[in-house]
């Protein structure tokens, strides 16, 4: 699991300026961020309106065969949004209607140099507004999906996060969380990228579940690569490592994008990965 550095409590400081600005320059072409941004649009799509196979599919101006038709004006919250990278790229290759995008995103970050870098990425038509995942600026019923990659681990509260996803959540929508996994793969990347908690699946399905959604997709991400980040981390780390969060030469970002296209391949036909650096769930809101 990279990070986004995206911190919900604590002093802003130079340290996470310079990540974000850091995360502003990789975001868009770091193999991790391509793959999950990946995961996120199958299950939008699913849910939304489009096949989830269509995956990796240019836009769509119509819904493949089979499939329903997406609507138009689908809300949809980025609960942690950083730079603002994941709304950039689901807006890119969204499905659309007649009428203009099928999916209208708004994001919320709690640092203001986030908050500044994804309005000017997004442009003024993305409601970006400066708040912590644990007090949402919005009205209950406001959404139809709810996505947070790799912010809940980073609350201590994670239990008021998840039922402030289910007060935004119209009845039937949708939230996506992804979080770093197990405890035991604590490393320098954790303590840069302001990690509280590392999860299990059943800790966050637990963490769903008690805000009372009914938990679908749960699975691990990233388990190919596993092995290769679990040596970096903990074999071959040096003082001067902070987070993985970096640009890396075009045959090792070859090489896991292979490894995480397989990925995406088994998640089309199976339910889960039972290992992996990240654990991926959709809760449902009843309705």
């Not at 809940?152 to 039937?172: H, I, K, M, S, T």
Request: include cysteine.
């Amino acid at each position: 699991m990279l990070c986004s550095n995206r911190p919900q409590a604590g002093s802003y400081n130079r340290m996470n300026a310079d990540e974000y600005l850091k995360l502003a320059e990789v975001e868009d072409g770091l193999w991790y961020f391509h793959s999950l941004h990946g995961h996120v649009r199958r299950e939008l799509r699913a849910a939304l309106g489009e096949n989830g196979d269509a995956a990796f599919s240019p836009r769509l101006e119509k819904s493949a065969a089979g499939a329903p038709r997406p609507q138009q004006g689908k809300g949809i919250l980025d609960a942690g949004c950083g730079t603002g990278g994941l709304i950039q790229r689901m807006r890119a290759t969204a499905p659309a209607v007649a009428d203009g995008p099928a999916w209208k995103w708004s994001g919320i970050d709690f640092m203001p140099l986030a908050c500044e870098l994804a309005r000017k990425r997004c442009g003024p038509e993305v409601d970006i507004r400066e708040a912590s995942i644990t007090a949402l600026p919005f009205a209950d019923a406001s959404f139809d999906a709810v996505v947070s990659a790799d912010v809940v681990c980073q609350v201590d509260n994670p239990g008021v996060a998840a039922a402030e996803f289910f007060r935004v959540l119209r009845p039937g929508g949708i939230a996506i969380v992804s979080v770093p996994a197990y405890m035991w793969m604590w490393s320098y990347h954790d303590d840069s990228c302001q990690t509280k908690h590392r999860y299990t699946r059943p800790e966050l399905a637990a963490l769903l579940g008690g805000a009372g959604f009914s938990v679908g997709r749960l699975t691990h991400l990233n388990a190919i690569p596993f092995p290769l980040i679990w040596a970096k981390r903990k074999l071959f780390r040096s003082a001067d490592d902070t987070s993985d969060m970096k640009a890396y030469p075009a045959p090792i970002e070859a090489a896991f994008r292979a490894m995480t296209a397989i990925e995406h391949a088994w998640l089309r036909v199976a339910p889960a990965w039972a290992w992996g650096t990240s654990v991926f769930a959709v809760g449902r809101k009843p309705g």
